[in-house]
């Protein structure tokens, strides 16, 4: 059974880091991307980060560039996204997902962990 667990999200304050995990079972993951998206209350989901779990090559939104990473451990199969310098409108439901690398849709998404930055 394939899962995607995330964990990591919580309230903290404008200025904060965090980091939130996602643990991937279930299948081999060498032949994906990895992706960080995420949706705020009333907002359209948007990626936020993707990671190709062979080549390590990254990609991110303009929005996040230079304050988060994404990374992986491939001993631990878990994606990590480091979010520094967090601002209010960072606040949303940040998902794991994980695609083919030869597709454009995610196949398989996680449940969601909720970041929430206070100003």
């Known amino acids: 059974q394939v899962q995607l667990v995330e964990s990591g999200g919580r309230l903290v304050q404008a200025g904060d880091s965090l980091r939130l995990s996602c643990a991937a079972s279930?299948?081999?993951?060498?032949?994906?991307?990895m992706g960080w998206l995420r949706q705020g209350t009333g907002k359209e989901r948007e990626s936020v980060a993707t990671i190709s779990w062979s080549s390590g090559v990254t990609y991110y939104s303009d929005n996040v560039k230079g304050r988060f990473t994404i990374s992986r451990d491939n001993a631990k199969n878990t994606v990590y996204l480091t979010m520094n310098s967090l601002k209010p409108e960072d606040t949303a439901v940040y998902y794991c997902?994980?695609?083919?690398?030869?597709?454009?849709?995610?196949?398989?998404w996680g449940q969601g962990t909720q970041v929430t930055v206070s100003s």
């Open positions: 279930g299948r081999t993951w060498s032949h994906y991307v």
């Open positions: 997902a994980a695609r083919s690398s030869s597709a454009s849709r995610y196949e398989y």
